[in-house]
């Protein structure tokens, strides 16, 4: 049996029994072709049937038994109303014609990145070996469809860089559905996006490689600001290589914004930076850059400029790489953090800030990586004391001081050599006023007057202060609090746990290793000169020395010298 196909202008009866044939007129006779009810059914004709309506019809002829319709259409070129369909196909509505075409996904789906829903098309329909295929189809309405926004965002697998699909709206009916890339929006600095969302957005259609072109349209700033009311909620994602930090926003109105940031950044905002895990939150105004791949980053407001005047508020107070550290935040947007270490207060006679406490400062720094410097601090708690005024104030010993320890580092490594530096050997302490704890020197001279050599960190004395202006830590003079006199001598007793003791020379034990014999015990003590101490003293054997001991592996060392006396 030989099949031979043929496209012919065909008229649509129905016979008395229900079925659908069409009659068509093959060379000088008449002939008909069955439609096949399976057809009919399965809606594999394309054109809806109206007996007694012509259409176009592709017909296998049969040498033998009756020929068969295999589609209908209404004709070659039709201008028509396209509906787009779930199952991807295309119903097409002819004005003033109660048929309608119902075109399938795999008939429609070259020309389908073109396909907008609720549009005006013309459609071309060619005749090949295989039936009627689209030839050509021109948009006559939307005729602006280059800007619109993105709705219903779904993605189509569960991989993380998979790809999106989602609908193109021009107005409220008019869509056209597109794929869309994972990077458009790792791009835009979106972390996730939903169905929910809807995003401005503008497309290009290229017909030469027929694809859709889609950059998102819309402005950062107007996005950030339904994060940052007034500050965004920031999640930990993940950590990513060794110094980079994922972080994602809440989901607002389908969409979640991605922000990274460094562990150096992240002493801004998290109390301990080291211990950060997936419950670790940071609240933040968020701020946009957008890089030179025209990518937007979200970034935290860390130091936006170098200099700043005005009011901060203290949120803050850490140890970062063991130094004591302020984290200050603008009182206004984007909230502004800094970080000052404390050389910069104690240049200003300030120890400890007091967390919510605000201040106006002027602060400057060289570049990105360097310090901060205070310029000027002008509601320093510190102004208000009067310099011609004593004060009484209970202090806090800040680090252990010995009278002998004529280099004592302290907290900060200032030089002591300035040819300024008058107390070579002061004791640092603090006192406390309302939120703010104020540096306090206490000179050696002071202590030494009162029977004082040595004090432990943590001890707190009753003092007579007063407010002085002198180049304590660099040449150009600073205010800074003074001790004058020590009210109250007991609370500078020694911790009962350290014991003194006076020794004299018996004689050495190796090089470098001195031995000492207690006065009234007459138990050695063992003394290891690693500077070199004792060899300026000419005469060991004309002292008595007032020493501090500890206790190691059944013997006695000495930990301090404290003074010595001519036997």
Request: proline letters at 3%.
């Amino acid at each position: 049996m030989s099949n031979k196909k043929i496209f012919k202008k065909a008229l649509l009866k129905k016979s008395e029994k229900g079925n659908y044939y069409i009659s068509f007129e093959e060379g000088e006779k008449k002939d008909v072709a069955i439609i096949k009810q399976s057809d009919v059914k399965n809606n594999l004709l394309y054109a809806a049937l109206v007996p007694g309506s012509t259409y176009l019809a592709n017909i296998s002829l049969k040498n033998s038994g009756p020929n068969f319709v295999n589609q209908l259409i209404l004709k070659k070129r039709l201008e028509a109303h396209c509906l787009l369909q779930e199952d991807g196909s295309v119903v097409l509505k002819v004005k003033d014609d109660e048929r309608r075409m119902v075109l399938p996904k795999k008939l429609v789906k070259s020309h389908a990145y073109t396909l907008f829903h609720n549009s005006q098309i013309i459609v071309d329909f060619g005749c090949g070996e295989y039936g009627f295929y689209i030839s050509n189809i021109e948009m006559i309405s939307p005729s602006n469809y280059l800007n619109g926004y993105l709705t219903h965002i779904y993605k189509n697998s569960d991989s993380v860089k998979g790809s999106y699909r989602a609908k193109y709206f021009i107005s409220k009916d008019t869509y056209l559905p597109v794929q869309i890339c994972y990077s458009v929006f790792q791009k835009a600095g979106i972390n996730q996006i939903t169905g929910k969302a809807a995003i401005r957005a503008a497309i290009k259609i290229d017909n030469k490689n027929k694809t859709v072109d889609i950059t998102l349209d819309f402005d950062p700033d107007k996005l950030l600001s339904a994060y940052n009311s007034p500050k965004a909620q920031l999640f930990f994602v993940a950590q990513k290589g060794k110094n980079k930090f994922h972080f994602e926003t809440e989901l607002i109105k389908g969409v979640s914004l991605s922000v990274y940031a460094s562990r150096e950044e992240l002493h801004y905002f998290i109390k301990d930076a080291s211990s950060i895990n997936s419950k670790s939150t940071i609240t933040a105004y968020l701020t946009c850059e957008r890089v030179a791949t025209r990518a937007l980053l979200y970034k935290l407001p860390i130091g936006l400029s170098n200099y700043y005047a005005e009011k901060f508020l203290c949120v803050d107070t850490k140890v970062i790489k063991s130094k004591r550290a302020t984290v200050l935040e603008s009182t206004s947007a984007p909230y502004e953090r800094i970080i000052i270490y404390e050389e910069a207060l104690a240049e200003h006679g300030v120890y400890e800030i007091g967390l919510n406490n605000s201040l106006t400062v002027e602060v400057q720094r060289e570049s990105a990586t360097d310090d901060w410097r205070i310029i000027s601090f002008t509601d320093n708690v510190l102004n208000k004391f009067d310099k011609q005024k004593i004060y009484m104030f209970n202090c806090c010993i800040l680090s252990s001081w010995r009278y002998f320890n004529r280099r004592p580092q302290y907290l900060w490594g200032f030089d002591r050599n300035t040819i300024n530096y008058a107390f070579a050997n002061h004791c640092l302490a603090k006192v406390t006023h309302g939120n703010v704890e104020l540096l306090l020197i206490i000179p050696a001279q002071v202590l030494v007057s009162k029977g004082i050599y040595a004090l432990e960190a943590g001890r707190e004395l009753k003092v007579q202060l007063r407010k002085i202006k002198f180049p304590v830590f660099k040449k150009i003079p600073t205010p800074i609090l003074c001790v004058e006199n020590i009210e109250c001598i007991q609370c500078a007793k020694i911790n009962e746990e350290v014991e003194y003791t006076l020794v004299k020379f018996q004689g050495y034990e190796g090089e470098g290793r001195y031995v000492f014999i207690s006065v009234e015990s007459l138990e050695e003590v063992i003394f290891s000169d690693y500077n070199n101490l004792l060899k300026k003293i000419p005469n060991l054997k004309k002292y008595y020395y007032y020493v501090l001991t500890r206790q190691f592996r059944n013997k006695l060392y000495i930990k301090d010298f404290i003074s010595a006396r001519l036997k």
